[in-house]
């Protein structure tokens, strides 16, 4: 079983499951003769490998991914791309027990009537957060092409439970700042939020619970004119990339929601020209107008779940025998899926973004 986006004349497809031998992913579309340094592609998939700090599984996957095709002599070739990553730190024995309860809040169920009873569901199979690291190694492919093209993202931990940071300046945020915020253990702009936020997830797995959050995410150097408006806006692109990531659940732009309580003189972005340059005071669009992008930087955020394995009983349905039944979940799970998400989200802006380029 694969999953395939196709994104104008590039497409990204991610294959495996959580406890198979290993996941990957093949990239079609990439222009030929564009030189990538896999130093960098180790250095972004590492920012979403599990930390050793509690925050998150203790799940130890190498994620060292390995090139098949596409790729030779440092540059790539025009072949589609090709990488796996190995899975070699499976614990199956963790879902025997459990193989034919709908665990509350993953796709047991549904997985098990869409695929005829025949879905792994060791770990989530191919629904699983596992899958999430093929993205990454895409997200980082385009990131490096992209920023050839002088353009820079990057995402951020807005929020965590009831503990916030400090968001993006929506008109100046720079590149320092991007640069800076990906290279922080915990990606956060104001660091004194990073006590709060552990202490919060501490106290969720405690409990034997765990908690969501916000990524917010933001591109500069995006020229004016990116996109098309109706089906295949920036907007509409980002969005369908975004929601592969298994635990996503809304996403805004600019001040999204916000938005339905102002008046038009409020939420309008007005124009002026500085050096030449056609920019805008505010940026509560997000720096898309009609599916376009406005030169301003990009901006928006993302909803993250909690974590839906938790260690606390709960209610649910054992599906093979029909009958209720109460569940609790063991193994290794991350209390908080919010840190590691952000290089995901990341990710797949890049992958957005990179195809208007293809």
């Known amino acids: ?114 695929y005829n009873r025949s879905n792994d569901l060791r770990g989530g199979g191919h629904f699983s957060g596992r899958l999430t690291a093929p993205l990454v190694f895409a997200g980082a492919v385009c990131s490096q092409l992209l920023e050839k093209m002088g353009i820079i993202t990057a995402a951020h931990i807005y929020s965590i439970g009831n503990e916030k940071d400090t968001g993006f300046d929506p008109v100046n945020v720079g590149r320092d700042m991007l640069n800076t915020v990906k290279t922080r ?76 309580s102002l008046y038009g003189s409020q939420n309008n972005d007005e124009f002026y020209i500085d050096d030449k340059c056609i920019k805008t005071r505010t940026n509560n669009a997000g720096g898309i107008l009609g599916g376009i992008s406005n030169g301003m930087p990009l901006i928006f955020r993302t909803a993250i779940k909690p974590t839906p394995s938790i260690a606390k009983a709960q209610n649910t349905v054992d599906f093979i025998k029909n009958e209720n039944a109460v569940i609790e979940i063991k193994g290794r799970h991350d209390p908080c899926i919010v840190p590691r998400a952000v290089p995901c989200i990341e990710a797949a802006l890049n992958i957005a973004l990179m195809s208007y380029f293809c």
């Open 185 to 260: 253990y915990l990606p956060l702009i104001d660091e004194t939020a990073d006590e709060r936020m552990r202490a919060a997830i501490d106290k969720a797995r405690e409990n034997k619970d765990s908690l969501g959050g916000i990524v917010e995410c933001a591109a500069v150097g995006v020229p004016a004119g990116i996109g098309s408006p109706t089906f295949d806006g920036l907007e509409n692109r980002i969005s369908q990339t975004v929601f592969s990531v298994p635990a996503v659940k809304g996403i805004e732009f600019g001040i999204g929601f916000e938005a339905a």
């Open 1 to 114: 079983m694969s999953s395939t986006i196709n994104l104008g004349n590039l497409s990204v497809s991610v294959f495996g499951e959580s406890h198979g031998p290993a996941v990957g992913t093949v990239i079609d579309g990439l222009p030929s003769g564009r030189e990538l340094s896999l130093d960098k592609i180790y250095d972004f998939m590492s920012r979403r490998a599990p930390k050793k700090d509690g925050t998150s599984t203790f799940r130890n996957e190498k994620d060292m991914p390995e090139i098949l095709s596409g790729f030779y002599k440092g540059k790539t070739t025009g072949e589609a791309l090709c990488a796996v990553i190995r899975n070699n730190d499976r614990h199956s024995s963790d879902y025997e027990s459990i193989s034919s309860l709908a665990r509350p809040g993953h796709a047991d169920y549904t997985g098990y009537v869409r």
